[in-house]
């Protein structure tokens, strides 16, 4: 079995995507995650970009010990330190520097010549190495690139110290043909023998995770994927789908990943739990529907035999039976025990939070299902300290068009009150604790689901706030949507008023004058 790197770059290339940038905490959850997943490398994010993007790799590279991780920097001496300043506490770091390759981007986007844009990635991955000893260099738009020039390219990369050559499908053009017969090509490149060939596939036309299959029957050792194939535009190969690949059809393939496919499930869940973000039902390996069977004669056939209607087990890839668990008499051992079948490994502290959660919402509503665990851990988990606190809430009327609540915001001990009216529930929510704390927040998006299917189901509410220029997210969970769309707006405050706390500089600018 030929084994196959699996470099995940959720953090980095998916994070990217519109409605996906996550907080530091969620980034380092996600990370601790991919490493239970047991991925090869890490890429934790873009340290230039921003002091958050800096903060989190910094964050991930000192915390997150079992793997590598990468983080991106374009060419310049400055992205370059500024990368491994991020890094540099890792246990594993790798520089990953880019340029692109593609005469369209030459010419349009960086207006360098080839010569200059060869001097340019030789200098930028001999900076790198002079920093660290592991350095990826990707031809970006390698794609769409002369591949004449592209091999001029990947070779004196090399000779520069480059310990894995990248090869992207930028922009998702590529068929699997063609894509594998670049990487092909490249196999007799100086040095090529002692380096890493990557993949690194867009999805615009839906075909990332052939291109990736196709990359790595040509020679290619590592893939870059993200977790739900989140990414730039239609996003990147998913991680899911090239790892179950390769196992379902590991015989054929004779190739391996060292991914602990029971994880792959759990991974998502979070993923979309932290982003707000669920996949479709007919996603592949995750979605809702990827083992469920409808028409009579396939329930038939699996009833009588899975293997005739399923290629692989839900249990492979961690997705639970949906069966009924816990109820109000359960104690905190059932609780721990349960939890520790899902595979959640909870502190003393966090178990104790759980369990209060848990006997709170069994009051409401049985069964509890093993999806309410989940939430519970992964909404009602947050570290975050409660400032801001809902103490009442009441629906005041409501009509066609206008609705009225009147809430209780907790801070320090006392109770701050007051009624706004709105066009539906979650507009007089905002208003009216907008009103109460004199913020100016606005919601850019918001989302509800139901955790599970029935009419006494927990929702979660997810929204992106915008505080004076200030974008943090907010999560709550209740049986209640309204009340879950109350709590996940203060705990979009709460995450400003912890902010405003450590004293950064961008969020001190933001107050809440009406409760100080
Ligand atoms: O798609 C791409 O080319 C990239 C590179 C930075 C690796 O994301
Ligand atoms: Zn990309």
Redesign the pocket.
């Known amino acids: 079995m030929r084994p196959i790197a699996i470099f995940d ?1 959720t953090l980095r ?1 998916g994070e990217q995507a519109p409605g996906f940038s996550m907080s530091v905490e969620d980034k380092l959850r996600l990370a601790r995650q991919l490493e239970r997943l047991r991925v090869d490398v890490v890429e934790a994010g873009f340290p230039i970009a921003s002091d958050g993007d800096f903060e989190a790799v910094r964050r991930i590279a000192n915390e997150v010990r079992e793997v590598s991780i990468a983080a ?1 920097a374009r060419t310049s001496p400055g992205d370059i330190r500024r990368c491994w300043e991020a890094l540099e506490g890792a246990t594993r770091p790798r520089i ?1 520097t ?1 340029l692109a390759t593609s005469d369209i981007h030459l010419r349009h986007k960086l207006l360098k010549s080839r010569a200059k844009a060869l001097d340019t990635v030789v200098e930028a991955v001999e900076l790198a190495r002079s920093l660290c000893d592991d350095v990826e260099f ?1 031809a ?2 390698a794609g769409r690139s002369d591949p004449e020039y592209l091999r001029t390219v990947v070779a004196a990369a090399i000779e520069a110290g480059a310990t894995v050559v ?1 090869i ?1 499908d ?1 922009v998702g053009y590529c068929l699997p043909a063609e894509y594998g017969a670049l990487i092909a090509s490249l196999g007799d490149v100086e040095g090529i023998e002692d380096v890493t060939i990557s993949t ?1 596939c ?1 999805d615009d036309l839906g075909l990332a995770v052939a291109n990736s299959l196709a990359g790595v029957l040509n020679g290619a050792r590592q893939v ?1 994927c993200a977790v739900n194939g989140i990414g ?1 535009r239609a996003g990147n190969a998913s991680l899911e789908e090239v790892v179950m690949a390769l196992q379902v059809r590991s015989a054929e393939l004779e190739m391996e990943t060292g991914v602990n496919t029971r994880e792959l499930y759990r991974t998502s869940q979070l993923l979309s739990s932290v982003t707000g973000m669920d996949v479709q039902p007919n996603k592949a390996i995750v979605g809702k529907n990827a083992f469920a069977h409808e028409a009579g004669i396939h329930q038939d056939g699996v009833l009588k035999h899975a293997a005739t209607y399923e290629i692989m087990t839900p249990e492979s890839v961690g997705v639970p039976q949906s069966r009924l668990v816990l109820g109000k008499h359960s104690g905190r051992h059932a609780l721990a025990a349960r939890y520790r079948e899902l595979g959640y490994q909870l502190s003393e502290a966090d178990l104790a939070r759980a369990y209060t959660l848990f006997t709170k919402l069994a009051d409401r509503k049985q069964p509890i299902y093993d999806d309410d665990l989940r939430s519970i851990v992964n909404v009602g988990l947050t570290v975050v300290p409660t400032t801001f606190a809902l103490k009442q809430f009441r629906l005041v009327g409501q009509s066609d068009a206008v609705c009225a609540v009147t809430l209780g915001v907790e801070k320090g001990g006392a109770l701050y009150t007051g009624s706004a009216t709105g066009d539906g529930p979650v507009d007089a929510i905002v208003r009216a604790v907008n009103q109460i704390v004199a913020a100016n927040g606005r919601v850019l998006e918001y989302s509800a689901k139901s955790v599970t299917r029935e009419s006494d189901a927990v929702g979660e509410v997810f929204m992106r706030v915008d505080f004076d220029g200030m974008i943090v997210v907010g999560r709550a969970a209740s049986t209640d949507l309204n009340i879950a769309a109350a709590r996940s707006y203060l705990d979009a405050m709460n995450k400003v008023a912890r902010l405003v706390s450590r004293e950064c500089s961008k969020a001190a600018a933001v107050e809440f004058p009406g409760i100080s």
């Open positions: 770059t290339d991106l990953h880019f990707s970006e738009d990248n992207p930028t690194h867009h870059e730039e």
